[in-house]
């Protein structure tokens, strides 16, 4: 079809950069359904619009409404109300020669108007549109992604408060389409930042058994040349305890790029858990005279990470106790409809607040006076934990300025019921 129309018509701004690219940004002309990340919860895009559509209609009084996305070439129908959406070019759209006005449009018989009269869609040759209102569809940066139009093959008015109502439905119609840009770009950004994890976790491991091979042979000729170099076995003895503890750090470094990755739920009780930390801790807890107590919860999540977790922070919590002071630790867990909290709290030294966030990150540790070695893996660690398992970790502080570690994260399946006594171990 053509139309003698074109010099009445505004042609799509060359200076504007590529349409096309801007448009498939926002996931359109092609508008596919939106898969919610989980723990999001993203409306559907095509039935918010249906919805909007259908209340523009009612409004004013019209029986066809639909939003129209225009680019370079062509109307693309995305949603409609009373027809099929369909697919035009954009000199035979009677909103591409209106839509990049910056106003609204009102005609109330097409038939008679001299930008419309001889389009194929008011003359008979593809439809016979008599009342027509189109709003363009302007984001908030000032990019006009098409219109809402609706249509009447009848001529009709649109009374000024209709005409703002009309208004608002579009900017509500921008509002579905910014969602759904977002959440486009959301996806977009989190796969890329697991990719990112993934190369980094692999990184790390490679990294992890390159050095840790050649430190088990330093560490070896230290040891052998300790037994044969009496004259030099204090030197030999501080080339291998400086061997062992690069190799600690480097165990702790392959550990850190294991944690995390394949989820293997299954039915946990958190008490059994703290026991196998107290059994894995028990010199440990012995010599620092601690004391842990635990409320006792059933859930369902990966044993063997959990248990990682548990043993860092509860590790933690004796060696950054108080001086002269007996580690005392509480292990609680809240379950309600569809989160899991568990907290270990202690009545250490606790973490300034200003310091909360930074020592999550790996190889980030305090340096304060009194406090023990360590990788700086251990928090780090955790917080990889909690996010495998959909969650996330909170640092606190106790009422007796001890620190309080939470993990919250969320629970698949509904709850059960779990006991609550506490137990002195």
């Known amino acids: 079809m053509t139309s003698n129309l074109t010099d009445h018509r505004p042609a799509i701004d060359d200076a504007e950069p590529s349409r096309d690219s801007v448009l498939a940004d926002y996931g359109l002309p092609d508008l596919q359904p939106h898969v919610a990340a989980a723990g999001t919860d993203t409306p559907d895009t095509l039935d918010q619009l249906h919805k909007l559509l259908t209340l523009a209609t009612r409004i004013t009084r019209t029986p066809y409404g639909m939003v129209n996305i225009i680019t370079e070439g062509a109307r693309h129908q995305i949603a409609a109300v009373g027809l099929e959406p369909g697919i035009c070019s954009v000199e035979d759209s009677l909103c591409g020669a209106v839509f990049l006005r910056g106003q609204t449009t009102v005609v109330p018989d097409a038939s008679r108007d001299p930008l419309f009269q001889n389009n194929p869609f008011v003359t008979g040759a593809a439809g016979a549109v008599r009342f027509y209102a189109s709003v363009p569809l302007t984001t908030a940066s000032g990019f006009v992604l098409g ?128 026991h196998d930390v107290e059994e894995d801790l028990a010199r440990l807890l012995q010599d620092a005279a601690a004391e842990i107590t635990v409320a006792d919860v059933h859930f369902d999540a990966d044993a063997g990470q959990l248990r990682t977790l548990l043993q860092n922070l509860i590790h933690n919590a004796v060696a950054y106790c108080r001086p002269g002071t007996a580690p005392m630790i509480l292990v609680t867990a809240e379950k309600n409809v569809d989160e899991l909290t568990i907290r270990v709290a202690d009545n250490g030294k606790g973490i300034p607040a200003e310091d909360r966030d930074r020592v999550t990150e790996p190889l980030i540790r305090l340096h304060r006076d009194g406090d023990p070695p360590g990788s700086g893996f251990g928090l780090a660690t955790c917080v990889r934990i909690a996010g495998a398992h959909g969650g996330h970790l909170e640092i606190g502080e106790g009422p007796d300025g001890g620190t309080v570690v939470s993990l919250r994260m969320p629970l698949d399946i509904p709850p059960t019921a779990a006991g609550s006594d506490c137990a002195s171990h």
């Open 147 to 274: 219109s809402l139009c609706v249509l009447s093959p009848v001529p009709g008015e649109l009374p000024r408060a209709r005409r703002a109502y009309l208004e608002i439905i579009a900017s509500q119609v921008v509002a579905v389409l910014e969602l759904h840009h977002h959440a486009r770009m959301l996806a977009v950004s989190l796969a890329d930042a697991r990719r990112s994890n993934e190369l980094l976790t692999s990184f790390a491991g490679r990294i992890s058994h390159e050095l840790r091979n050649p430190l088990t042979s330093v560490l070896g000729f230290a040891e052998l040349g300790e037994e044969r170099t009496p004259a030099a076995a204090d030197d030999f003895a501080i080339i291998g305890r400086t061997s062992r503890r690069m190799l600690g750090r480097v165990d702790d470094m392959l550990a850190f790029s294991r944690i995390g990755g394949d989820v293997r739920r299954q039915p946990v009780s958190l008490a059994a858990l703290v």
